[in-house]
């Protein structure tokens, strides 16, 4: 209620009793009633306006003489006070206040009660007091003085309105509001509020600690030409545009600090919305990313170094490869051809020593192109139907002499259920084969090697089991979680056999996850070792498959054209060739070989990749090019020592038919002539 209500009511009751008069004084001439009665009743009548209208006022209304004595308080006023009213009436103010509120709020107040008239005549303030059951309530205070024509002061009106609530409500939010902020000012989160302009209009101490200005050199000014250089501050302009379009964001970019550092800082940018739901400006909490960025960078550095690493690994070893695949294939070419002439037992054993040897270390350079390409996932498996009981015989009858000798018996228990077609890949089967029945011949001195292969038909997938048992010399606890590892062995005494690479196992293992299956080992040192693995494979049930051997006859007659500098390769081709009645001519360069083929016509060229003056692959192409206007084609074969995917991948890019890798045997050429014948 306003001070100024206080005035009107007394008017309005002035108004009312002057009205009562004049009626009173009607009603005693009409009706000759004594004035005493009248008066009586006006005595009664004069007060209860006043009361009735003041008590039911919420606010409480008192009044205090030119003395600041209270005269009147109203029913509001002393419920504020817990008090029945005797006690306070005549009471000054300021007695009455000293004991219930704050003394500097008393003391603001009496002075105001003392300054002089020409002062200002209202008074606001909001005071806790205490009521006399001791109970704290908070009052606002409106306080106005009157005076007479002599400056006097008459009256002092005033209205009291209790703000407990709203008091308790305001210090509820600032500490809720100090809460907040001082959770957020302990974390390590910078926020920056802007307009829509991108104007700062707040910036909280933490971020102001990331970028090092404090809170006066940022207000007013654009965010982006403060802390981003101009590529980055069109990028930002564009987050802008999205925040006042009303949509969220999350991005990182560099912000550059007060002394010209650069950090990085994870931004959450969001809108600002008014009462109305428009969207006033943006806020963004930053989060300083710097160290991670730093680490990122030294990641994608090491990483770098790692693939430059491995590329020299990969240069490395094809350099390797084909220096060494080339006079491997005459080595073993030549073995092949000696062993088909008249030899006696010494000599053939002889021959067959170079023979093995040369298959042993092909086999330990194709370990090391398989780890290669596993690395690179470019292994892959080529599953094909067909039997293999074939396969683990040739396994037993490549080791089983070799065994022999040390009277050692390899033996193979067959399971009949195998005896049907089998979709595998024969490649990964042979190598694993291979390296863990040659782990048990290197590392069984006596006694005995069996190889079990069963089959469990299931109704998901089918799995072919293979354990291969030794009584070898067994491998120590400790050792058995590492020898799956590269270039991890057992560190026990090595048998006659040597060592090895360390890479067999650890290709098995690779070969067996890749078909599908897993292998693992159960050994016992001085007793023995079982090796287990397995590959998921397909059963073709009632289905049979006519093994068909290579037909040599068949290319008796056909004429090829053999392209290769390597005079030892080349001499073993041509005997090769001779042996199976094949015509052939021979050149040692790319450019000989078109030249040949221009003035010839062959059924089949082996060329050679790596050659002098032209290589086959450019050979190749232009053979290929000049077919293209007579509307023929001659199949190439490529024949290299560089053994790579890539490699391969490069030579039937360039036009060739097939890729027959060094060293290869004479099955093989035999077997990729006729595929192409």
Not at 182 to 211: H, Q, S, T, W, Y
Not at 271 to 299: C, F, N, T, W
Not at 330 to 354: D, K, P, R
Request: charged share 30%; hydrophobic share 40%.
């Amino acid at each position: 209620m306003p001070t100024s209500s206080i005035s009107e009511l007394k008017a309005r009751l002035a108004a009312l009793q002057e009205e009562w008069r004049e009626v009173n004084d009607q009603l005693e001439r009409e009706t000759g009633l004594p004035s005493d009665h009248g008066g009586l009743e006006a005595s009664r009548l004069e007060a209860a306006p006043e009361v009735r209208i003041l008590d039911n006022a919420a606010d409480g209304i008192f009044t205090l003489d030119g003395e600041g004595c209270l005269r009147y308080i109203n029913l509001a006023g002393l419920r504020m006070l817990a008090s029945k009213g005797e006690d306070l009436i005549g009471t000054q103010l300021m007695k009455m206040l000293a004991p219930r509120a704050n003394r500097r709020l008393i003391a603001e107040v009496g002075q105001w009660l003392k300054e002089p008239l020409e002062s200002k005549t209202f008074l606001m303030v909001d005071m806790p007091v205490m009521n006399r059951f001791g109970e704290k309530r908070w009052l606002s205070l409106h306080l106005q003085r009157e005076s007479d024509a002599e400056g006097n002061i008459t009256e002092i009106q005033g209205i009291a309105r209790d703000i407990t609530e709203q008091q308790r409500l305001q210090l509820a939010l600032r500490r809720s509001e100090e809460h907040y902020r001082g959770i957020i000012e302990n974390m390590e989160l910078g926020i920056l509020e802007v307009d829509n302009e991108e104007r700062i209009i707040r910036a909280f101490p933490k971020f102001c600690a990331i970028v090092g200005y404090s809170e006066e050199e940022l207000l007013g000014r654009k965010a982006s030409e403060v802390f981003m250089r101009a590529e980055d501050a069109l990028k930002m302009d564009a987050r802008t545009a999205d925040r006042n379009a009303g949509e969220s964001g999350l991005y990182e970019c560099v912000v550059r600090k007060k002394n010209g550092e650069d950090v990085w800082l994870l931004i959450s940018g969001i809108p600002i919305r008014d009462e109305h739901g428009e969207v006033v400006g943006s806020m963004g909490i930053h989060y300083d990313i710097s160290a991670r960025k730093k680490d990122e960078q030294e990641l994608e550095s090491a990483l770098r170094d790692v693939e430059a690493a491995r590329r020299s690994e990969r240069v490395f070893l094809a350099k390797m490869s084909h220096e060494i695949r080339t006079p491997m294939n005459a080595i073993i070419g030549m073995s092949h051809l000696l062993e088909a002439t008249h030899l006696n037992e010494e000599q053939q054993a002889f021959v067959g020593a170079i023979s093995k040897g040369g298959e042993l270390l092909k086999g330990l350079l194709d370990d090391i192109l398989d780890l290669a390409r596993l690395e690179d996932g470019q292994l892959s498996l080529n599953p094909r139907t067909t039997y293999v009981k074939p396969l683990f015989e040739g396994v037993v009858k490549v080791y089983g002499m070799m065994m022999a000798e040390k009277g050692v018996d390899l033996t193979l228990s067959w399971d009949g259920t195998l005896d049907v077609p089998i979709g595998v890949d024969r490649s990964a089967l042979s190598q694993v084969l291979l390296n863990l029945v040659g782990n048990a011949a290197k590392f069984t001195e006596k006694g005995r090697v069996v190889i079990r292969p069963t089959l469990r038909l299931g109704q998901d997938s089918d799995v072919m089991e293979v354990a291969v048992e030794d009584t070898g010399i067994g491998i120590p606890a400790h050792a058995i979680d590492r020898i799956f590892d590269r270039f991890q062995q057992s560190d026990q005494p090595k048998s006659g056999g040597g060592g090895g690479s360390g890479l067999g196992l650890s290709i098995v293992r690779e070969l067996c996850t890749l078909h599908g299956g897993r292998v693992f080992v159960e050994s016992e040192v001085g007793t023995g070792s079982v090796f287990t693995f397995s590959f998921v494979v397909d059963v073709v049930q009632g289905q049979h498959i006519e093994n068909k051997g290579l037909d040599v006859a068949a290319l008796k007659g056909r004429k090829v054209l053999i392209a290769e500098d390597n005079a030892v390769n080349a001499l073993y081709l041509c005997k090769l060739l001779s042996r199976w009645e094949m015509e052939y001519t021979a050149v040692e360069d790319g450019e000989k070989a078109v030249e040949a083929w221009k003035k010839g016509s062959y059924d089949l060229i082996l060329m050679d990749i790596q050659m002098p003056m032209c290589d086959g692959m450019e050979a190749t192409r232009i053979i290929r090019s000049a077919e293209s206007t007579v509307h023929s084609r001659t199949p190439i074969i490529g024949l290299s020592a560089f053994a790579f995917h890539e490699d391969v991948v490069d030579g039937l890019a360039s036009g060739m038919d097939g890729y027959l890798k060094k060293p290869y045997s004479p099955d093989e050429l035999a077997g990729a002539i006729n595929a192409w014948l």
